[in-house]
Each structure stands twice: as C-alpha cells, then as structure tokens.
C-alpha cells in the first residue's frame, strides 16, 4: 500500500517549503485553513492529527480509509476525520481542487456544529468519499471559494461565516448518496492488520508531555477498530509474524528513545506521555525490551 501524499491528502506531512512554517503557525492560530491545490502543488506541513479535512478534487484516486478502500470517478468529495488513518493512490496525474482544513474546537462553538461532526461522514463504519455530477462538483466549489475570499477579510464574524460554509458542505454532501466502489480485501487478516499498523503509527510523534498516549494495549486498539481482541490478535500475528502487543511495545521503546535523546523531559514526563502511570513501570518496560534502562539512553547522549 502507497502511504503517499499530495499536499492535500497527508499523513503526517514532513515536507519543507519556503511557506511552511508561515501556513503550519496560521493553521494552528486560526484552527482553519482554505487553499487551492493541484498535482503542482507544495507540500505544507502539518499534523493530520489535529484537523479535519474536506476537499474536493477534479482527478481519479483510489483510497484507502480504515478497513476499506473506494475508487472515485473524476469528480468527487472527501471527507477526513484526524482519529482515522487513510491513505490515497492517484490514478490520473493532472488533478486540482480545493481543501478545507480546520479542527474540531474550531467547528464546535456549539452544540448543532458538534452533531455534524459525528454524522457518517467522520465516523470510522461511515462513507467519507462522495462522487460528484457537475452540478453537484459546481455548487461544492462556490462554496470552498466563498471560503478563500473570506478567510482573507477583515470582517469582525468571519469565523462565523466559514463555519457557516463549512456546515453547508456537510449538508450538502448529507444529502447525496456515498459512493458505492468500495474495493473489498481479498485478505481480511491483510486488511485488518494494515489498518491496525497505520492507527499505530498515527499515535506518534508524541509532541505535547501533558497529553499522553492514547491507545496503550492491544484491547485499546480492538476497541477502537471494533473488532474482538482475539481476531485483531490472530489476523496480526498472521500477517507479521508478531503479535499485536509486540508491535506497540516496539513503537513505543522506538519513541522513547527518541524522547531521551531529542527533548529535555524528565524522565517523569516522558513515562506520563508513553502512557505509564508511574516511571517505575516505564523503567521496567523499557529495561525489560532494551536490556538497559531509560537515563542510560540519556547519558550516552550526552
């Protein structure tokens, strides 16, 4: 599977441009972010952890999202929700449109703002990708550039106005029906474990010492995924060859080396941040898989 992005289709992007700093620092500022995109395009550099996404795109893709996988027909509108993983393939090499990224606090001034954020658009068992007919794709796009015009004046309500808009491309994509070209996994042991690597993955780089890990245990991540633990746990010792626990353990002594060795947390903060309720038991767990314990990582590094 091709975890690629284009500008707008990003995992966690690491691209540098002359611009990126500037987008990634207004992004976080405003919560919201409108911009044209094409195959030309930059990348921009930001955490798809953080931020929804809507955007509509004049270009063929197939994607990939959670356990499944759509193809779109050259007009379409996708739906991204940060707490799950997706992934897109391009088919066709000339592609433009418009995105639309902004965070959850942003949208959700409100109560009737949050209920659209738990429609079927962003819900893991719902249907992010919305092929378009040109009146369909034309109505779409007046609304994404009513969005770019506005996020650039100086009027007091403008906030108000993009969420307004923002509402209006969920209604209106509530209102047509999902695309039905699923892809179907010949797999389903491939497909689960693919989905359960790429969630795995999304939990990092821990950047924030007050917000611990999220999903600690193999149970988490069933849960998450809605599947019994045992199928998750069978399906990825089939794939792999290790178990599901083995995984998360090694991403997380991954992680913490890269904490003991490129921040200044205590030793404390980074057990809080991998999760662990006390350092006795991150120095355990880690000296259990390293063979040494956390502050000797630290030492060498010196």
Same mark, same amino acid.
């Given at each position: 599977?091709?975890?690629?992005?284009?500008?707008?289709?990003?995992?966690?992007?690491?691209?540098?441009?002359?611009?990126?700093?500037?987008?990634? /620092?207004?992004?976080?500022? !405003?919560?919201?972010?409108?911009?044209?995109?094409?195959?030309?395009? +930059?990348?921009?550099?930001?955490?798809?952890?953080?931020?929804?996404?809507?955007?509509?795109?004049?270009?063929?893709?197939?994607?990939?999202?959670?356990?499944?996988?759509?193809?779109?027909?050259?007009?379409?509108?996708?739906?991204?929700?940060?707490?799950?993983?997706?992934?897109?393939?391009?088919?066709?090499?000339?592609?433009?449109?418009?995105?639309?990224?902004?965070?959850?606090?942003?949208?959700?001034?409100?109560?009737?703002?949050?209920?659209?954020?738990?429609?079927?658009?962003?819900?893991?068992?719902?249907?992010?990708?919305?092929?378009?007919?040109?009146?369909? +794709?034309?109505?779409?796009?007046?609304?994404?550039?009513?969005?770019? /015009?506005?996020?650039? =004046?100086?009027?007091?309500?403008?906030?108000?106005?993009?969420?307004?808009?923002?509402?209006?491309?969920?209604?209106?994509?509530? !209102?047509?029906?999902?695309?039905?070209?699923?892809?179907?996994?010949?797999?389903?042991? /491939?497909?689960?474990?693919?989905?359960?690597?790429?969630?795995?993955?999304?939990?990092?780089?821990?950047?924030?010492?007050?917000?611990?890990?999220?999903? !600690?245990?193999?149970?988490?991540?069933?849960?998450?995924?809605?599947?019994?633990?045992?199928?998750?746990?069978?399906?990825? *010792?089939?794939?792999?060859?290790?178990?599901?626990?083995?995984?998360?353990?090694?991403?997380?002594?991954?992680?913490?080396?890269?904490?003991?060795?490129?921040?200044?947390?205590?030793?404390?903060?980074?057990?809080?941040?991998?999760?662990?309720?006390?350092?006795?038991?991150?120095?355990?767990?880690? !000296? *259990?898989?390293?063979? =040494?314990?956390?502050?000797?990582?630290?030492?060498?590094?010196?």
């Amino acid at each position: 599977m091709n975890y690629l992005c284009f500008s707008y289709f990003c995992k966690v992007e690491k691209q540098v441009t002359d611009s990126g700093s500037d987008f990634n /620092a207004e992004l976080k500022l !405003k919560g919201f972010k409108v911009y044209k995109t094409d195959s030309n395009s +930059a990348g921009h550099s930001y955490s798809r952890k953080d931020f929804y996404k809507i955007n509509i795109t004049f270009g063929n893709f197939v994607f990939h999202y959670a356990e499944r996988s759509f193809e779109t027909d050259d007009i379409f509108v996708f739906f991204g929700n940060p707490h799950i993983p997706y992934s897109c393939d391009a088919i066709s090499e000339a592609h433009n449109g418009y995105t639309c990224l902004f965070s959850g606090d942003f949208l959700k001034p409100n109560e009737r703002s949050e209920s659209l954020l738990q429609s079927p658009l962003f819900k893991i068992g719902g249907n992010p990708i919305f092929n378009l007919n040109k009146a369909q +794709a034309d109505a779409f796009t007046q609304l994404f550039q009513k969005m770019l /015009a506005e996020q650039d =004046t100086e009027y007091t309500y403008k906030d108000e106005m993009i969420r307004n808009y923002i509402s209006l491309l969920i209604h209106e994509a509530l !209102k047509i029906q999902p695309s039905e070209n699923n892809f179907k996994y010949s797999n389903a042991s /491939a497909r689960i474990t693919s989905v359960f690597l790429e969630l795995l993955e999304r939990q990092f780089p821990i950047e924030n010492a007050n917000r611990p890990l999220g999903l !600690k245990s193999a149970q988490d991540y069933a849960a998450y995924l809605s599947v019994h633990i045992n199928y998750l746990n069978s399906a990825v *010792k089939e794939i792999t060859g290790k178990s599901t626990t083995t995984h998360i353990g090694e991403r997380i002594i991954s992680e913490a080396k890269a904490l003991l060795m490129h921040t200044d947390w205590n030793i404390s903060e980074i057990a809080y941040a991998l999760g662990f309720e006390y350092p006795t038991y991150f120095n355990n767990f880690f !000296k *259990k898989r390293t063979g =040494t314990v956390p502050k000797s990582i630290r030492t060498a590094n010196l």
